[in-house]
């Protein structure tokens, strides 16, 4: 996905489901849909390259030990719902350790979100 429609997208749902009005008003508005897209991957490195790599393919030694899962498949793209991407990353799944305790509700959600930038 294009970082510009990417940060729209976050943005979108961010403001939609409540989580970040508040954050996005504090600056302009292509600024603050940037900084969130920027968050967005930057979480991703530091959380999530080790087991689904950066591109989020699972192609990684450890992913591969552990079972990662694809995240640019599009058959589990269309098959899973937004609302267990963040149930999995908020709570873990099978070897995956939960984020709930590391990371914001805001952060979380960003992360969601960017797992769906892989489609």
């Known amino acids: 996905m294009k970082p ?5 997208v976050l943005l979108l749902l961010i403001t939609s489901v409540g989580v ?9 508005h292509s600024q603050s849909s940037a900084a969130k897209t920027k968050e967005a991957r930057k979480l991703f490195k530091q959380k999530c390259a080790k087991c689904h790599g950066s591109d989020g393919a699972g192609n990684t030694t450890y992913g591969q030990i552990v079972g ?7 058959e589990w793209q269309k098959r899973v719902a937004d609302e267990r991407i963040l149930n999995s990353i908020t709570h873990g799944r ?10 914001t509700s805001e952060q979380l959600m960003l992360l969601s979100v960017y797992v769906r930038s892989f489609k």
């Open 20 to 28: 970040g009005p508040a954050f996005a008003m504090r600056l302009p």
């Open 94 to 103: 099978g070897q995956m350790p939960a984020f709930d305790k590391k990371l």
């Open 68 to 74: 990662a899962t694809d995240l640019t498949d599009p």
């Open 4 to 8: 510009q429609l990417l940060a729209i």
